[in-house]
Each structure stands twice: as structure tokens, then as C-alpha cells.
């Protein structure tokens, strides 16, 4: 239910998403402090008697007028969907506050989904190599202002996006190391540039001006510039098969002799 509700969210919401600026994603932060300083809140927002107007009341009661209306909408629909267990209504926020993060990268295409991607992992493995820096930032009597200046003295010049992801993975990690913190959000965004990237799967070499069509052909189909990943596999006999995120382009022989299979297995 929970993996169904925030995709759910996700489609419904997707314009939305898509104006959001990084003062969106600051705010879902904020509230999923407000959900994590609460189990009543939570048990409350997450109660199935409840009904999903009445929960959506109760969000627009706590952060009426204090958010903007994009925030506003997303964690009224996330309210308003079922979740399994009281914490997913709190990772779902954090999810989205990532993707919305992600969407601003994304301005910048696959490169600047790319760039956030390693500016978190090397911020990462520059904590992960220090042992008196993973106390510092683990150290539950230091300020968050503190470990947001540590954290700044070790990846500065990063973008904005970046710094948001970094600082609150060092001042709000949610019960993990920041180092877990900062895997996950590049998760999170390594799923992302696989929208990117299509994965074009066909049965010999093509010559470069024929990758150069295709790859202009499949922009336009897709409506963005993708990077091409081409591989060669002979098992699929003739035709191409292209996949880009979870959408799925087909026209090989062996598909077609696996469907012919089928019918006549019916």
C-alpha cells in the first residue's frame, strides 16, 4: 500500500512537482520535523477511520499559511492516501522533498542530475574516510549549526541542491549515520537519470550515423535528450528494443516470436 500510495501521489501531483522550487523542498523538511517530533501526530494522520478530507483538514490546519500552496498540496495528498505503517507517512515526505530537489537539478538535464549525484557521494566518502569527522557529525551534543558549518568547510562551492541534501543529512539523518542518509538520496537520484538514459538493445554494431538517427528520433519520442547506452545482444535476432526508465519500446524478432509463442500456447 505504501509504495502504491506515493506513486499515486507522484502522478497526481506531477505539475505541481514540477513548478517547485527548493523552497518546496525546505518546507517538506520542516514538516516531516513537525511529523517526527510526534507520534500522535502521526498516529493521527495516518489513522484509517479517519477520513482522507478529515486528515487533509488536520495538515491544513498545522501549516495553513505558513507554507506555500505547492507544499500545501503535497502533503494534503499524502495524508490522504493509506499507509502501512505510521513512519512511511514520514519517509513519503522525505521522498518527495528529495524528488523535488532533483527536479531542480534536472533543469540541467542528465548532467545535472549526474553532478548532484557525485557531489553527495564524495561528500560521502570524504566523511566515511575520517573517522573524527564521522563523530563530529554523529556527536548528538553538537549544535546542527555546527555540523552545517563542518559540513560546509568539507564540500564547499556546492551547488544548492546539494548543500540542502548534505545539511540535512548531517542535522536530521532520522536514526541513520549521515553517510546512510546521503546513500539514500543517491538512490533516489540514480533512479532519476535512468529517464535519461536509454538502453537501446540490438543484435549487431550499428555505424555511428545511424546511432546519431536513432538517438535523434528517440528525443523527439521522448520529448528530451537522452544519452544512449547501446549493447549488442544477439538473442534478440533482429529490430531494437529500447527501454527508457520503466517505458519500454519493442520491435525485435525475438519478442515477437515469444508473443506468437504465446497465442499459440493459449
Not at 564540500?155 to 553517510?179: F, H, M, Q, Y
Request: aromatic letters at 4%.
Amino acid at each position: 500500500m505504501t509504495t502504491e500510495s506515493l506513486a499515486t501521489v507522484q502522478r497526481e501531483l506531477a505539475p505541481v512537482i514540477s513548478q517547485a522550487d527548493l523552497e518546496v523542498a525546505e518546507e517538506l523538511f520542516a514538516a516531516l520535523d513537525v511529523l517526527d517530533s510526534s507520534a500522535g501526530l502521526r498516529r493521527s494522520l495516518t489513522d484509517p477511520s479517519r477520513e482522507p478530507v478529515a486528515r487533509a483538514a488536520m495538515v491544513k490546519s498545522l501549516f495553513g499559511g505558513k507554507v506555500s500552496s505547492a507544499t500545501a498540496s503535497i502533503l494534503e495528498a499524502l495524508v490522504s492516501r493509506r499507509w502501512s505503517r505510521e513512519r512511511d507517512l514520514g519517509d513519503a515526505v522525505e521522498i518527495m522533498a528529495v524528488i523535488v530537489v532533483t527536479r531542480q537539478a534536472e533543469r540541467e538535464g542528465l548532467k545535472g542530475l549526474e553532478n548532484l549525484e557525485t557531489t553527495l557521494l564524495d561528500f560521502r566518502r570524504t566523511v566515511a574516510s575520517s573517522h573524527e569527522v564521522q563523530r563530529a557529525l554523529t556527536d548528538a551534543q553538537a549544535r546542527p549549526e555546527a555540523k552545517k558549518q563542518l559540513a560546509d568547510r568539507l564540500s564547499p562551492g556546492v551547488s544548492s541542491e546539494a548543500r540542502l541534501l548534505i545539511d540535512r543529512a548531517v542535522t536530521k539523518p532520522r536514526g541513520l549515520r549521515p553517510t546512510q542518509l546521503l546513500e539514500r538520496f543517491s538512490e533516489q537520484i540514480a533512479e532519476r537519470q535512468q529517464r535519461w538514459i536509454a538502453q537501446v538493445t540490438v543484435a549487431k554494431e550499428l555505424d555511428s550515423a545511424y546511432v546519431e538517427r536513432l538517438g535523434a528520433s528517440l528525443d523527439r519520442y521522448f520529448g528530451r535528450e537522452l544519452q544512449l547506452d547501446v549493447v549488442v545482444d544477439p538473442a534478440v535476432v533482429g529490430g531494437i528494443r529500447v527501454q527508457v526508465g520503466d517505458e519500454v519500446v519493442d520491435s525485435t524478432v525475438a519478442t515477437k516470436l515469444n508473443e506468437l509463442h504465446r497465442k499459440l500456447a493459449s
